[in-house]
């Protein structure tokens, strides 16, 4: 047991010398030369191998990172254009027809939702002849109010909310991502449907829909017609 503790106390000293005498094996070229470290193939290398060995495995790892932060440059650049694309289309709609046209076209192209809807509260809404779902406020509160309460995205949905929110396409979808649309009020919702039932769920990032949802707070109220 001795033996041992001097033997770690004599690793200690050495360890903690060449570390304050980082120029040791250039004095000492000889010493440097004989040394021999165990290399996974069990052949015991040289330490200039041993680094060289080193090196390489760094490089390959600094490549990998390269070439990772390249792909998320480009997944981020083309993101950004696909956005900008569906911000541009969303803010020239005259009427709310075109809104949810422009919304449904570039949802389905650009960024591979199979299923979307649009649930609008219309108490006191004109029901205008358009591709939303309008339902009444007591309906709405009655089945999806998870959702109309909820602070933000909600992955997930029974089979009642799924049937309110998609009506026949219901049947087919097998995950959702539902946002609540608050202008003053909880005016809506929208919600985008997967047949995956994996695709939308709690891991999910829900920046996009949080961002698409602030910009239709602000476009949609423009365009509803309220009874007097």
């Known amino acids: 047991m001795t033996a041992k503790k001097n033997n770690l106390n004599e690793q200690s000293l050495v360890r903690d010398y060449l570390s304050q005498n980082p120029d040791f094996f250039e004095q000492n070229p000889d010493?440097?030369?004989?040394?021999?470290?165990?290399?996974?193939?069990?052949?015991?290398?040289?330490?200039?191998?041993?680094q060289i060995d080193l090196m390489r495995d760094r490089n390959k790892d600094m490549a990998t990172q390269i070439d990772q932060m390249q792909t998320t440059a480009k997944d981020n650049a083309l993101?950004?254009?696909?956005?900008?694309?569906?911000v541009l289309n969303l803010v020239q709609a005259k009427d709310l027809t075109q809104l949810i046209k422009a919304l449904s076209v570039s949802?389905?192209?650009?960024?591979?939702?199979?299923?979307?809807?649009?649930?609008?509260?219309?108490?006191?809404?004109?029901?205008?002849?358009?591709?939303?779902?309008?339902?009444?406020?007591?309906?709405?509160?009655?089945?999806?109010?998870d959702i109309l309460t909820a602070q933000k995205a909600v992955c997930g949905a029974r089979e009642e909310e799924l049937s309110l929110l998609f009506g026949n396409q219901a049947k087919d979808i097998g995950s959702i991502l539902a946002l609540p649309l608050k202008n003053s009020v909880t005016f809506g919702v929208l919600a985008l449907?997967?047949?995956?039932?994996?695709?939308?769920?709690?891991?999910?990032?829900?920046?996009?829909?949080?961002?698409?949802?602030?910009?239709?707070?602000?476009?949609?109220?423009?365009?509803?017609?309220?009874?007097?």
């Open 107 to 145: 949802l389905k192209s650009d960024f591979s939702t199979e299923f979307f809807s649009l649930t609008l509260i219309n108490d006191d809404i004109i029901a205008a002849k358009t591709a939303a779902n309008f339902v009444s406020k007591d309906e709405a509160k009655s089945i999806i109010n």
């Open 31 to 50: 010493v440097f030369e004989a040394l021999n470290i165990s290399h996974n193939s069990g052949k015991a290398i040289s330490l200039v191998e041993r």
């Open 193 to 228: 449907g997967h047949r995956d039932p994996s695709f939308y769920s709690q891991e999910i990032g829900t920046v996009f829909i949080d961002y698409i949802g602030d910009l239709l707070n602000e476009l949609i109220p423009k365009f509803l017609i309220y009874k007097n």
């Open 79 to 86: 993101l950004m254009e696909k956005t900008k694309r569906l």
